[in-house]
């Protein structure tokens, strides 16, 4: 069986034609890939015009991006080393996310001049980049890239490409960087801490004791490593304790034993929490707030709560603080559909759409499911009456092929798992891919008001 079917000779001998015919072997011209080519070629002329690279970077130069700047300390005049320009790292990071990377030793390595692809080293033009510099300027300020997300989308309210009037909103389960293992409860982290403490003062006394047997560098490593751990281990135990209280809240309400909580030594402000394909892990819920004329996330937020029954109102507060405006219709699945949210979101005059609970077995048992119901508010009683009418369910068709669509994209994109630790730095990603689609989004927006 280890006998080839076809002899295919040698490698020297594949690309030569051996067979005869009468006045000699055939003269062919035949592939040789491994003569060297000097090709004198600018790095611009090896990227298409079209390319959504060239794209990308024109968008990012648009970008009011000062708040980077102003924390550069190298200037003219005085010494210190050049730094990397803000906006090659935000266009590499917004052009990775587009083309679904989401590590940033992968994106060095697009980057690099061994397998770099030309898209990406084109957006460098030369400037040489590594994963620390992409992973820290990443992570390190979360408010410039928030701050981004309200430029772009003030920029297309300013062009009238969008009106933010009716808002759709959903929440995404996004895995969180930590194992299911890596929960531990109160007692478990208090033995956790204190070998962690103990850990870190025998590093220092080696340090002290005999410097000879690790280099200045493995040690510094070391100790870095043991410092953050143990205060991983003490964020722990502090979200440990809100989470034990949270629990002793509910319970007294719903009369309900009450579990000893969990928590994370890898992510502290990770939660277990329930994804779509029905098991449990740890995650973050991701929440994209988006205009539904226009297909813009105007909105976004991600937090550690297993359930969307508390987060419209506070996106309410944000599109407030954003935009200074508020919508006036939001499109929220049954998940937000709160009596609280409710009544909170018309004081803040935005009128709800959602689906009512239990519709159809309030139907099967011969109740009006629109009627208004014992204990309601008026503003409960009219969403109620609401969500019986036509226009009513017409208008909450919307919210699929507006919220929903937002969150497939970005799954499409690779947003399945948290890159970083930390609802902070969690949040930078998501204000990532969320400017990310607005930047293409808001291209095509653009292009069709465009004058041909």
């Not at 403490?197 to 870095?224: I, N, Y």
Request: aromatic content about 6%.
């Amino acid at each position: 069986m280890s006998t080839p079917l076809f002899d295919k000779g040698s490698p020297a001998e594949a690309g030569t034609a051996t067979t005869k015919r009468a006045g000699g072997v055939p003269r062919l011209r035949t592939p040789e890939r491994r003569q060297v080519e000097m090709h004198w070629l600018a790095l611009d002329e090896l990227l298409e015009q079209e390319h959504p690279a060239r794209a990308i970077w024109e968008a990012v130069c648009g970008l009011d991006l000062s708040r980077w700047l102003t924390e550069i300390q190298a200037v003219e005049g005085a010494p210190g080393r050049n730094s990397t320009d803000p906006r090659l790292l935000v266009a590499l990071w917004v052009y990775a996310t587009f083309d679904g990377v989401g590590s940033a030793r992968r994106l060095a390595n697009l980057c690099g001049a061994k397998d770099g692809r030309v898209s990406y080293r084109w957006l460098c033009g030369g400037v040489s980049i590594n994963h620390h510099t992409l992973s820290d300027f990443r992570s390190a300020n979360g408010a410039a890239w928030d701050e981004l997300v309200t430029q772009i989308v003030g920029s297309l309210m300013h062009a009238g490409l969008v009106t933010m009037t009716r808002v759709a909103q959903d929440g995404m389960r996004v895995e969180a960087d930590a194992g299911q293992s890596s929960f531990r409860r109160r007692g478990t982290l208090e033995t956790c801490l204190a070998e962690a403490r103990v850990q870190l003062e025998a590093l220092k006394q080696l340090d002290d004791e005999d410097a000879t047997q690790l280099t200045q560098r493995e040690r510094a490593a070391r100790e870095r490593a043991a410092r953050e751990r143990s205060e991983r281990v003490q964020a722990a135990i502090k979200n440990c304790e809100e989470v034990q209280a949270q629990r002793e809240t509910r319970a007294q309400v719903s009369g309900e034993p009450v579990k000893e909580a969990r928590a994370s030594t890898t992510d502290p402000e990770a939660r277990n929490m329930k994804f779509p394909h029905g098991g449990y892990g740890p995650g973050h819920n991701v929440q994209f707030c988006t205009d539904v004329a226009s297909g813009i996330i105007v909105g976004v937020d991600v937090t550690n709560a297993g359930s969307d029954a508390e987060e419209f109102p506070p996106m309410l507060e944000q599109l407030e603080r954003r935009y200074a405006r508020t919508p006036a219709e939001g499109l929220v699945d049954g998940g937000f559909a709160t009596k609280e949210t409710i009544n909170v979101a018309q004081a803040q005059g935005c009128t709800v759409y959602a689906p009512l609970k239990d519709e159809a077995k309030q139907r099967v048992a011969g109740k009006d499911p629109f009627a208004k119901k014992k204990g309601d508010t008026a503003a409960v009683a009219d969403w109620r009456q609401r969500m019986g009418t036509e226009a009513a369910q017409k208008i909450y068709k919307l919210r699929a092929q507006t919220a929903e669509w937002v969150n497939a994209i970005a799954r499409n994109r690779g947003f399945y798992t948290m890159p970083v630790r930390g609802l902070v730095k969690c949040r930078a990603v998501a204000a990532l891919y969320a400017i990310t689609h607005n930047i293409v989004q808001g291209a095509k927006l653009r292009a069709e008001v465009a004058p041909s």
